[in-house]
């Protein structure tokens, strides 16, 4: 029996890696002669490159970069032959700053521009990067700033870092942009369709859980609205008309303007990268997963999105909790879910008991399975 393990993090409890390992120990302990296929996956957030490494067999590079404030950090990204996979929250990302030390005004993606030029300083040719968890709104104008480009004011002098110099340019001079992006392919992985203006866009949507203020957002909108037209005048790009311009305060506009991003979803990107479909040749059975799965999982999950690339070999998902409107799932390729939960309880009591409940869960799973291989065999 060959099988894929392919489960996104149980999220606040287990890695996707974890979750695998669990899983694989459960399997060879009660059927013999499997063959187990380790697939961790992320969804473009947090542990996006841990993930992608582990089933790719890349390399982790190390890197000192600037935080969202400017403070040094030491930052990471995978490398996978020329293809660099870079998670932007590991240089200008929300977890890097204290809550009091929010403020979007001032917050920089610069950081996430020096890690690219990393990147292809150590040989990439094609960027892929995660631009979830962001502590900034500044339109991807620090991240264009350390690859180059410069941003006068109408005084002609160059405006500094942060959302709060939106509103200040009056100029953009891509003439000392770093020209080996002429031959990049740069992919972010994008879930939000967010535009990068208006009441959905970066700063309204995204702006307080970032620390803006009322006043605050005033400021970055209209600031926003200027590097808007601004790019508009300089590429030809109406960024307000493709959707995810707004994700992580506007990044994902400035890749698309500044490197010729595209924006794809999360869950392609990544078992694009990773190689997804070429593992299913013989497979038997493919096991996915995530922490919760409920309705809302069809909209470009994890569980969803690989059961879509499996065609006719059965897949199930063994979860953390099923929700409302787990369902749905029946109708995409999944043709069963099974929780680790057995029991009405807390979170917290779940946290407490972590370990334990997922030893069992597995057990009742692999022994559900090892059932129907019985019955297959009668």
Excluded: W
């Excluded at 930052?75 to 032959?81: N, T, W």
């Excluded at 990147?119 to 968890?133: P, S």
Aim: aromatic content about 6%; glycine content about 14%.
């Amino acid at each position: 029996m060959k099988i894929i393990l392919a489960p996104d993090s149980f999220k606040g409890t287990f890695s996707s890696k974890e979750v695998i390992n669990y899983l694989d120990q459960g399997f060879r302990k009660f059927i013999e002669n499997v063959e187990i296929i380790h697939v961790p996956i992320a969804d473009g957030g947090e542990g996006t490159v841990e993930a992608i490494l582990t089933a790719t067999e890349g390399k982790k590079v190390d890197c000192i970069v600037s935080g969202p404030l400017g403070q040094k950090v030491k930052a990471y990204y995978g490398l996978l032959g020329d293809t660099a996979v870079i998670e932007m929250a590991t240089a200008s990302g929300i977890t890097l700053i204290a809550d009091e030390e929010k403020n979007p005004l001032k917050t920089s993606t610069y950081g996430t521009g020096e890690m690219m030029l990393h990147a292809l300083d150590n040989g990439a040719k094609k960027l892929v990067i995660g631009i979830g968890g962001s502590a900034t709104n500044d339109g991807g104008l620090g991240m264009a700033k350390a690859l180059g480009v410069k941003f006068y004011n109408k005084d002609h002098a160059e405006v500094g870092h942060g959302g709060i110099e939106l509103g200040n340019i009056s100029t953009i001079d891509i003439t000392g942009m770093d020209k080996r992006f002429k031959n990049i392919e740069v992919d972010v992985i994008c879930d939000v369709t967010n535009p990068l203006l208006g009441p959905n866009g970066a700063t309204y949507t995204y702006g307080p859980q970032k620390g803006a203020t009322t006043t605050m957002m005033v400021l970055l909108e209209n600031g926003m609205v200027n590097y808007h037209n601004l790019i508009q005048e300089t590429f030809g790009i109406h960024l307000d008309s493709i959707p995810g311009t707004g994700a992580a305060g506007g990044l994902g506009g400035g890749l698309v303007a500044f490197v010729g991003a595209v924006l794809k979803p999360g869950i392609e990107t990544i078992l694009d990268v990773v190689a997804f479909d070429e593992k299913l040749e013989n497979v038997d059975l493919v096991i996915t997963g995530e922490g919760k799965l409920d309705g809302q999982s069809i909209y470009g999950k994890v569980p969803v999105g690989v059961a879509a690339r499996c065609g006719n070999i059965p897949v199930l998902a063994f979860v953390g909790s099923i929700g409302d409107g787990a369902e749905k799932v029946y109708d995409h390729n999944i043709s069963g879910v099974f929780s680790t939960v057995s029991d009405v309880t807390s979170f917290e009591e779940i946290l407490r008991n972590k370990e334990k409940i997922m030893e069992q869960g597995v057990e009742r799973f692999v022994r559900l399975i090892k059932t129907g291989m019985r019955l297959k065999k009668r």
